[in-house]
């Protein structure tokens, strides 16, 4: 199963019955982290943690993104600093070697913020994280078992990160300069209502609309019955859109969260170059000039 696993890693996405196989191997299983991300989606009030202790894959760990993100900002889901993280991934015994598989149980759509985790180890130069395709809701369909309450205590490690990809993150600036000088499409993962300021922000400081120059790429449309489509699919996805998903890419949502998916999707087409705007629509709404703003109701 190592060379299965292996074989993974242009496109990061692991099937169930690969875990599976992966899991079965004794000598593998020590240098394996299984990670539940799950955060509610849009809207949602749910306790992702409560919901873990009740469900689980065999051997997993509830790994809060909520927790590991930084504080000091207005926006929702921005990358923690490094010692941060280096903490955060501490506690899950993971060294730098580990192999971590990361999840989330979203019973709606079957894949909501595992990209988001997966994006977040890349990030920080982790060499081995792969995403469940399809996510617990797979795994369930599936007819595996599942383990209830908290998983045991794991010794901590000392993780050391690995080169820190800064041409992973875009900010606002580096977002701004682009409307003139047009490096890259950046292209929004939010759903088209919310792209053309005719749905409402569930924050209540926050309005829809879009950035200059930005494309609509709506985050479900890489879903298929909860799992991620076909390469062959994807492709057609991007056509569709009018974007080349091998071109040089900025993605961008909400919070930094939907974003993620474009980023796997290219990531499994061969493009692992895309970046993310983190802070997203939340920091471009909340900092950039009125005029640079499309669509935003009066």
Same mark, same amino acid.
């Given at each position: ?11 990061s996405?692991?099937?169930v019955?690969?875990?599976t196989e992966f899991?079965g191997?004794s000598?593998?299983v020590s240098d394996l982290v !299984?990670?539940?991300v799950s955060v509610?989606?849009p809207g949602?009030?749910k306790?992702?943690?409560t919901e873990?202790?009740?469900?689980? !894959?065999?051997?997993a ?5 909520n927790?590991c993100k930084e ?7 921005m ?7 280096k ?11 580990t ?11 079957g ?7 997966w994006?977040m180890f890349?990030?920080?130069?982790h ?6 395709d399809g996510?617990?809701?797979q ?8 383990e209830?309450g908290d998983a045991p205590l794991?010794l901590?490690?000392?993780y050391?990160?690995g080169?820190?990809?800064i041409a992973?993150v875009?900010?606002?600036?580096q977002v ?6 047009k ?6 993962a ?6 053309h300021?005719?749905?409402?922000e569930?924050r209540?400081d926050i309005?829809?609309g879009?950035?200059p120059?930005s494309?609509?790429?709506?985050w479900i449309?890489?879903?298929?019955d909860?799992?991620l489509?076909?390469?062959e699919?994807?492709v057609?996805?991007y056509k569709?859109?009018g974007?080349?998903p091998?071109?040089?890419i900025?993605?961008t ?6 974003a993620c998916?474009?980023k796997?999707?290219?990531h499994?087409l061969?493009n692992?170059?895309?970046?993310v705007?983190d802070?997203?629509w939340?920091d471009?709404?909340l900092?950039?000039p009125d005029?640079l703003k499309?669509?935003v109701?009066?």
């Amino acid at each position: 199963m190592h060379s299965s696993v292996s074989s993974q890693k242009s496109t990061s996405l692991i099937s169930v019955s690969q875990l599976t196989e992966f899991i079965g191997l004794s000598d593998a299983v020590s240098d394996l982290v !299984i990670l539940d991300v799950s955060v509610p989606m849009p809207g949602e009030t749910k306790d992702c943690y409560t919901e873990f202790k009740q469900r689980h !894959i065999p051997g997993a760990r509830f790994f809060d993104l909520n927790k590991c993100k930084e504080t000091n900002t207005e926006n929702e889901y921005m990358l923690p600093t490094v010692e941060k993280f280096k903490k955060c991934v501490e506690r899950f015994d993971i060294k730098s070697h580990t192999t971590v598989v990361v999840y989330d149980a979203n019973k709606e759509k079957g894949m909501f913020s595992s990209p988001r985790a997966w994006f977040m180890f890349m990030t920080f130069g982790h060499k081995r994280v792969y995403v469940i395709d399809g996510g617990l809701m797979q795994w369930l369909k599936e007819g595996r078992s599942t383990e209830t309450g908290d998983a045991p205590l794991r010794l901590q490690s000392n993780y050391s990160p690995g080169q820190f990809r800064i041409a992973h993150v875009k900010c606002l600036q580096q977002v701004k300069l682009n409307i003139v000088a047009k490096n890259f499409q950046l292209l929004d993962a939010r759903s088209p209502a919310l792209f053309h300021g005719s749905s409402p922000e569930l924050r209540p400081d926050i309005k829809p609309g879009h950035i200059p120059g930005s494309k609509c790429l709506f985050w479900i449309e890489f879903l298929e019955d909860g799992v991620l489509k076909s390469p062959e699919k994807l492709v057609e996805v991007y056509k569709a859109a009018g974007v080349d998903p091998k071109s040089s890419i900025v993605a961008t949502c909400n919070t930094g969260m939907a974003a993620c998916f474009i980023k796997l999707t290219c990531h499994m087409l061969g493009n692992s170059d895309v970046a993310v705007y983190d802070g997203s629509w939340v920091d471009w709404f909340l900092h950039a000039p009125d005029n640079l703003k499309i669509e935003v109701p009066k």
